[in-house]
């Protein structure tokens, strides 16, 4: 039996999965999971389906392994192991996006490295990291596809909010789903204020890291007004 | 009682707030105000909430302390006080907006300067001053939390029409709502249109300061027009 | 009483008002004008109106030298001499559109030449010139306020299909409504694509004149079918 | 009569027409074709219209030498060549794609080549070659008006599954209407991803070659997410 806890994130994770969707944070491609609420030792999950269809009845339940429990045989997302490894080894992460958005992509084939260019995107504190998988398993399909990639990009992630991947996309998590939602929104929101600052040909003043930190700070406290909004917006259509 | 005054101010703030979320200027954070019709030293300002999501109801009374009237305990916005503290020394004001608009970040992050690039943006006469915070406060969450940020900014905006806030935004403000609005809109264009121009490569022709004044008071004058169209915008969702 | 020829002129004229502003090459300002069916020294341009909210009701009739005719008292735009010197100076002139789209305004302010970047704007065939009321006018607001002003702009046009104003947009004209609107909406496109061509940094090559001049003569035989699509976005609203 | 299998790609056409257009990879111009599903030596395409109003009533069917067969004297797009002369010389494509997307004319017109820069677009192995119309036929409206033009292209796309046209647009074409779709859809991608990154200055990793072929692979096996995606947004209008 589903409890009201369950039920109250299976909807959350639904939610989610159609406020980036509409926020043009995913497309076809991406995924949002949030970590069991009655067992950290597991995951949900949409089997692969596209954000913007995804329904209550489509969240699966992951083991760490990125197993699904009870035997459920529907197809699963080829990069589970994104979501499996980066929960394993951070326990303050409750929620994760993964994405191909727009304006973070060219961030990922860059040697210009992301940084919060305002108040919004405090969690980008300091340069954001690219994970490279070819430094470590030569040439592949670019796929997070076993417990070893997912065990690399979370590495390579630490203790930070979010880490690009080289020609491929980005992470984002947080502590709450409305925070890893938020971050993924603001990371792609920041990555195209940075490409047009750097294309006006001045001198760009990025947040100082005292800066970010405390923004960061602030911006937890409000995340529920943006929350609210995108929320009404995916619900009226 | 509400009079008729109060009444159609009330509504123009809320067309106002929902005019700026339609074109772009605010998402989930922004906001405007309007000077009380009835009474200088107070104005009026929405409890925390997105502006798209703004109702009548949602309009608090704030005195130029920016402490809410009445005893009003609703949740307000943190940096109401960049209303107050402008209303204070600017008697011309009527309205004010704050945004975080997408293409203005980039010219508050940039030793690039905004100039006006047509004539619609004429009241961007001369260069527009960008507000740090840091010089005066050192490092903080970037926001105009109490009365002395609030008069840091109002100092920095002087007798202009917009101010930028390195690493946050901008305020725009006028002597009505429909100006304020006009303003914030044509800020966003402005900047985006800057920016494009400055990547042609070519020597970029501002308006002349006295080309700039003669469109400024001609677009005062033709103000009705835009207004028409947004707010029948807004009012067929 | 209005003739069927008229009436349908009109129509046009309201259609494509609605299909400028669908595609984004007019906001709250700009305007289409028509040639009279039946009186090539008279126009029909809408009384000041945002594009969008003009209907049949609101086309005036206006002689060469831009008064209205039959007493008409309503409201024109400042700028109708747009119009009025253009037909005064041009006969094939059937249509003319006078816009501030967003893309053509970085190259009216740039030492940078709008060219014909692909077949679709061969109408551009050779570099556009623009215009710039300061060299014979002095600082004024910009706007094309009377004949003078309008004789001018007329000039610097001479025989092309279009030209831009300096620190304001431009204006696209053509033998039928259909081609007017479609020069204005690639002209803008046209230019969008030029500033991106150029900010990769290669070598750009643009249309032959040869080209420019072959690919105009084919576009104008295949203009019903954009027409046709556009007239049923806008019908469709 | 019509098959079941001829009903089946005649409606994956049309829907692969409005697709194109709600991407907005097509506009009132461009066109997709499928071979047909039971002669190779015929392809299915629909007569002159724009994409987003084509109906199953407009497909029409020519033979290789894109001549209408069964004496159909509907107006047939001037560019049908582009189709009959790659599928004579290319046995394994199926569907093919001609368009004038936004972001691929400037690659289109620029010395700046075309490059996978991320894992979507692997198809885009190697540097895209520019098919240049003026090499061999001169100035000319540059148009694929016969079969030599359409034959000289089929030549210069070769074995690839995308090439640029100058001055012009592109063709994407593919083994289904699903990939050919997601090869066109994908190629305007990356090609504003490109330049975006191109103007943040650094270095650019583009996918090494091997990349790119795994990673084609892959797309290959989960094309049937987005295409539901995109038949679902062109269903629901």
């Not at 409750?94 to 305002?118: D, G, N």
Request: charged share 20%; proline share 5%.
């Amino acid at each position: 039996m589903t409890s009201a806890a369950l039920a109250q994130t299976i909807a959350d994770v639904v939610v989610g999965n159609h406020i980036l969707a509409r926020q043009g944070v995913v497309d076809g491609f991406g995924h949002i999971s949030s970590r069991h609420p009655e067992d950290p030792g597991k995951y949900l999950l949409s089997c692969s389906r596209a954000p913007e269809l995804v329904s209550a009845d489509d969240i699966m339940v992951f083991d760490l392994d990125s197993n699904p429990v009870n035997g459920d045989a529907r197809n699963p997302y080829l990069e589970r192991f994104i979501h499996g490894e980066i929960y394993r080894v951070r326990p303050d992460v409750q929620a994760i996006v993964h994405s191909h958005s727009p304006s973070v992509i060219p961030f990922a084939a860059s040697s210009a490295r992301l940084k919060p260019i305002y108040h919004m995107s405090g969690f980008l504190t300091g340069e954001t990291h690219v994970f490279d998988m070819r430094h470590r398993f030569g040439c592949t399909d670019m796929l997070v596809r076993n417990r070893d990639h997912g065990a690399a990009l979370a590495a390579e992630l630490g203790q930070k909010g979010v880490v690009l991947m080289r020609g491929h996309g980005f992470v984002a998590c947080g502590p709450s789903i409305p925070v890893a939602v938020y971050r993924a929104i603001y990371t792609e929101k920041n990555a195209d204020l940075q490409q047009r600052a750097i294309t006006l040909g001045g001198d760009v003043t990025y947040l100082d890291d005292e800066e970010a930190r405390l923004t960061e700070a602030t911006n937890r406290g409000v995340v529920a007004r943006p929350w609210e909004l995108w929320k009404r917006q995916v619900q009226q259509g």
